[in-house]
């Protein structure tokens, strides 16, 4: 079973609010580019029905996110995974060759009941306090979210110092505007990141990596070779 590198936890566990370890990949500490791709959240269902047996395994599990991460390298995984590995891998790589490169975990820390629903404001305020305390321990070279749904509550990071901006490119791919933008902390580490389309819904791998080879080439050359 493939597994997440584990150099970090100590320092996650410092992190208030933090419900699940991020995913971090073998080789992602010592990657020439350090990439970190961001889902939105988990949800707690059985089937199509809220469950409060998964919602509270969910919440007490803090390796809920690797395990799930981990079952998609060997299994397969869902639509986000599949789609996600087929914007950067060539055909005939394996999904462990990516994942191994990357970080990644879910911003939401709270399982989410219903998948049509939107998190509270309080949920991304605390998400992105949570956001920023990650990368100042990982220190990712840029970001890609995956999904538009993150800018809600953005302006908490006022409350530690981080500058923010925003930005929407004029092209649409799969009805989605994409976004970029950058944080700045205050002891000068810069992070850039991209927003692209839910790889869930309505996406096409191909399309969207010919948008980020076109914004960020080295980092999708590193990723699917």
Avoid at 87 to 102: G, N, P, Q, R
Avoid at 175 to 193: A, H
Wanted: hydrophobic share 35%; aromatic share 14%; with cysteine.
């Amino acid at each position: 079973m493939v597994i997440s590198d584990k150099q970090f936890d100590s320092q996650f566990d410092k992190v208030a609010n933090l419900t699940h370890y991020p995913w971090i990949g073998s080789g992602y500490a010592s990657a020439p580019k350090r990439v970190l791709i961001m889902g939105h959240s988990h949800y707690a269902k059985d089937g199509k029905e809220f469950c409060q047996e998964e919602y509270d395994r969910n919440i007490s599990d803090k390796e809920y996110t690797r395990g799930i991460i981990s079952c998609a390298i060997e299994k397969g995984g869902w639509n986000f995974h599949k789609y996600l590995q087929k914007t950067f891998l060539y055909e005939d790589m394996k999904a462990h060759d990516f994942w191994s490169k990357i970080a990644s975990y879910n911003f939401i820390q709270e399982p989410m009941k219903e998948v049509v629903a939107n998190a509270s404001q309080s949920c991304n305020e605390i998400a992105w306090k949570c956001f920023a305390d990650v990368v100042q321990i990982i220190k990712p070279d840029i970001c890609i979210f995956v999904g538009k749904k993150y800018c809600a509550g953005m302006n908490v990071l006022d409350q530690k110092d981080v500058t923010y901006s925003v930005k929407y490119f004029d092209e649409k791919i799969n009805r989605t505007k994409p976004m970029s933008g950058e944080l700045q902390f205050k002891d000068g580490y810069r992070l850039p990141f991209y927003m692209i389309h839910h790889t869930s819904m309505l996406y096409s791998p191909q399309l969207w990596h010919d948008f980020l080879n076109k914004e960020i080439p080295e980092v999708v050359s590193f990723l699917d070779k």
